[in-house]
């Protein structure tokens, strides 16, 4: 694992990498070639403006690999889904205290089965189960809404700790274990994941953490790998897959927040492509950019 740069994968220092190395092995060229060349290639240039207090700056549009390992990237997908989910949580309010734990609101759910010993089938079987889990009667009657990610560890023997985190709309969840047998919560659980689950309830300080917290899991770096191999299946399973599934009350298009200046007016994107002749922007990718402005763009 020596040779794998942790931090910026991208770049020439990035062909060098043992990451890189494998992603060709495994015939993932095209991913490999994206990760390094994200914030390189520049398409054309930004301008943006604030017109309530006049900010104004031109920038250029660097091509962007969209992997959550990429540290650049994640941060700019974890800004737009603070900027766009918020809204969302904040229209409900959040178990907090401990006057409150048997109330209604929003919780954090943590579920961990078994260590799996391949990882494609550990996510396959978490996503299956909980949606069986979220179909319980038991359970039916007491969520709401769930916002949840699958995080991935690799462990000793290159087995994987696969669990689920999530935040829940939820009535009370019978954690209380009597005469010896297992809480209600955990039996629901376990009969979904066919199987000893591992459940934690927590309290959240408010939306905004709940979100933070949850993102948190979504990226990765290398030492959550034993080997550079599995690092890079852990990449090419995990890309294109979404990384936060939401359901119930959570459910729906997000609509998507105007990116605000810090004065707190909202600012405004015009675009110039095909800095570069030598290669054709087409109208996919120029749609794609004015789409997803947040993530060629980082607000002051
Ligand atoms: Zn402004
Ligand atoms: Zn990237």
Same mark, same amino acid.
């Given at each position: 694992?020596?040779?794998?740069?942790?931090?910026?994968?991208?770049?020439?220092s990035?062909?060098h990498?043992?990451?890189?190395?494998?992603?060709?092995?495994?015939?993932?060229?095209?991913?490999?070639?994206?990760?390094e060349?994200?914030?390189?290639?520049?398409?054309?240039?930004i301008?943006?403006?604030?017109?309530?207090?006049g900010?104004?700056?031109?920038?250029?549009?660097?091509?962007?690999?969209?992997f959550?390992?990429?540290?650049?990237?994640?941060?700019?997908?974890?800004?737009?889904?603070?900027?766009?989910?918020?809204?969302?949580?904040?229209?409900?309010?959040?178990?907090?205290?401990?006057?409150?734990?048997?109330?209604?609101?929003?919780?954090?759910?943590?579920?961990? /089965?078994?260590?799996?010993?391949?990882? !494609? =089938?550990? *996510?396959e079987?978490?996503?299956?189960?909980f949606? @069986?889990f979220? $179909?319980?009667?038991?359970?039916?009657?007491r969520?709401?809404?769930?916002?949840?990610?699958?995080e991935?560890?690799?462990?000793?023997?290159?087995?994987?700790?696969?669990h689920?985190?999530a935040?829940?709309?939820?009535k009370?969840?019978?954690?209380?274990?009597r005469?010896?047998e297992? /809480?209600?919560l955990?039996r629901e659980a !376990? =009969?979904? *994941?066919s199987?000893?689950?591992h459940?934690?309830? @927590?309290?959240? $300080?408010n939306?905004?953490?709940?979100?933070?917290?949850?993102?948190?899991?979504?990226?990765?770096?290398?030492?959550?790998?034993?080997?550079?191999e599995?690092?890079?299946?852990?990449?090419?399973?995990?890309?294109?897959?979404?990384?936060?599934?939401?359901g119930?009350?959570?459910?729906?298009k997000?609509?998507?927040?105007?990116?605000?200046?810090r004065?707190?007016g909202?600012?405004t994107?015009?675009?110039?492509?095909?800095?570069d002749?030598r290669?054709e922007?087409?109208d996919?990718?120029?749609?794609d950019?004015?789409?997803?402005?947040?993530?060629?763009?980082?607000p002051?």
């Amino acid at each position: 694992m020596s040779s794998l740069s942790s931090k910026s994968p991208k770049g020439t220092s990035f062909t060098h990498t043992a990451l890189y190395q494998h992603l060709h092995d495994i015939g993932e060229d095209k991913i490999a070639y994206s990760l390094e060349k994200c914030g390189q290639n520049q398409r054309g240039i930004i301008m943006v403006n604030c017109n309530n207090c006049g900010y104004n700056r031109v920038t250029t549009l660097d091509y962007r690999c969209n992997f959550s390992i990429c540290p650049n990237c994640y941060r700019k997908r974890k800004n737009r889904i603070l900027r766009d989910y918020l809204p969302i949580l904040n229209q409900y309010k959040i178990c907090n205290s401990h006057n409150n734990v048997m109330g209604y609101g929003l919780r954090f759910l943590t579920i961990s /089965p078994k260590n799996y010993s391949c990882m !494609e =089938e550990g *996510f396959e079987h978490i996503r299956k189960s909980f949606q @069986k889990f979220i $179909r319980r009667k038991y359970i039916q009657e007491r969520i709401d809404g769930y916002i949840y990610c699958i995080e991935g560890k690799q462990k000793e023997g290159r087995t994987w700790n696969i669990h689920l985190h999530a935040i829940i709309l939820s009535k009370f969840l019978d954690m209380i274990k009597r005469n010896n047998e297992k /809480p209600r919560l955990i039996r629901e659980a !376990e =009969e979904s *994941f066919s199987g000893d689950v591992h459940i934690d309830i @927590k309290l959240c $300080r408010n939306q905004e953490h709940a979100l933070n917290y949850l993102l948190k899991y979504i990226s990765k770096e290398e030492n959550c790998f034993q080997t550079a191999e599995d690092y890079a299946r852990y990449v090419v399973y995990t890309h294109n897959k979404n990384l936060i599934v939401k359901g119930k009350v959570f459910r729906g298009k997000v609509a998507k927040q105007p990116i605000k200046c810090r004065c707190g007016g909202y600012l405004t994107f015009s675009f110039e492509f095909e800095i570069d002749i030598r290669k054709e922007v087409s109208d996919k990718a120029q749609r794609d950019y004015r789409e997803r402005v947040d993530f060629y763009y980082d607000p002051p």
